[in-house]
T-cell receptor
Framework: SQQGEEDPQALSIQEGENATMNCSYKTSINNLQWYRQNSGRGLVHLILIRSNEREKHSGRLRVTLDTSKKSSSLLITASRAADTASYFCATNGGGGNKLTFGTGTQLKVEL | SQTIHQWPATLVQPVGSPLSLECTVE??????LYWYRQAAGRGLQLLFY??????ISSEVPQNLSASRPQDRQFILSSKKLLLSDSGFYLC??????????????FGPGTRLTVL
């Protein structure tokens, strides 16, 4: 079963706005990762946050992690049409490098 | 630099026919390898993963099997395809387990349609 659940399932915004996606998980984790998938393509790794980290930045991406609430959020600032894609969170529970993926958020950024 | 290849890109097969999807990785050694299936508009389901040649772990009971005949080659197979095997199949690799906090790198995927 999928451990991660993203919220919302779909999000439509205007270019220049910020996009926030949330992920909830059920069991303890070693790290949490966010991936992006363009339609019909493979996934691309965006950012990894360790269980002892609370916030991480990479360019226009900001990820937070709250292990007490078992949740994470991905913020994309100043969105662009090229950010249109599906975004997945994935959790690593410490058993090797296996990941459990959520169901994803479909982001559409309109001009 | 490392690259991962999958083929074919698309495949249409009749029910009951065999399947063989291949994935190869270049530029790294002893990678962990993974096969995922993604149903339309859904998340990824881990099917198999491998930490070394001949070492395969199956995550879900199913009509599929996997093999790793060489260090950087991962094959997904079926003897007889079912309609429910349709989907988008993704191969991925990561550094070995002794490295922690590793991301996975995905291939371009194979779109399989079983008719």
């Amino acid at each position: 079963s999928q451990q991660g659940e993203e919220d919302p399932q779909a999000l439509s915004i205007q270019e220049g706005e910020n996009a926030t996606m949330n992920c909830s998980y059920k069991t303890s984790i070693n790290n949490l990762q966010w991936y992006r998938q363009n339609s019909g393509r493979g996934l691309v790794h965006l950012i990894l946050i360790r269980s002892n980290e609370r916030e991480k930045h990479s360019g226009r991406l900001r990820v937070t992690l709250d292990t007490s609430k078992k949740s994470s959020s991905l913020l994309i600032t100043a969105s662009r049409a090229a950010d249109t894609a599906s975004y997945f969170c994935a959790t690593n529970g410490g058993g090797g490098n296996k990941l459990t993926f959520g169901t994803g958020t479909q982001l559409k950024v309109e001009l | 630099s490392q690259t991962i290849h999958q083929w074919p890109a698309t495949l249409v097969q009749p029910v009951g026919s065999p399947l063989s999807l291949e994935c190869t990785v270049e530029g790294t050694s002893n990678p962990n390898l993974y096969w995922y299936r993604q149903a339309a508009g859904r998340g990824l389901q881990l099917l198999f993963y491998s930490v070394g040649i001949g070492q395969i772990s199956s995550e879900v009971p199913q009509n599929l099997s996997a093999s790793r005949p060489q260090d950087r080659q991962f094959i997904l197979s079926s003897k007889k395809l079912l309609l429910s095997d349709s989907g988008f199949y993704l191969c991925a690799w990561s550094r070995p387990d002794r490295f922690t906090y590793n991301e996975q790198f995905f291939g371009p995927g194979t779109r399989l349609t079983v008719l």
